[in-house]
């Protein structure tokens, strides 16, 4: 797999920053084990400090989420 996060993003109906959107993902992963050059997805509340601390390249996460990591958020 190789896709940007603009793609992932127009894919999903969702959005990214300026700045991550050229970064290239070469696979998909939990959030505790993906890469920044991951994706990965949150979901339920129980992973939060997974998602807080995740180093994947972009994570999958719905509307209006909070204390979002240092990554993308589509």
Known sequence: MQITVRE???LVGGSTGADDADRILTGFDSLDKATPE???F???PKYQPQFEKTTAGAVLAGQGTIN???GTVV
Request: net charge negative; aromatic share 8%; no cysteine.
């Open 8 to 10: 992932v993003a127009e």
């Open 38 to 40: 991951g994706l990965s």
């Open 42 to 44: 949150f979901g339920n």
């Open 68 to 70: 979002t990591p240092d």
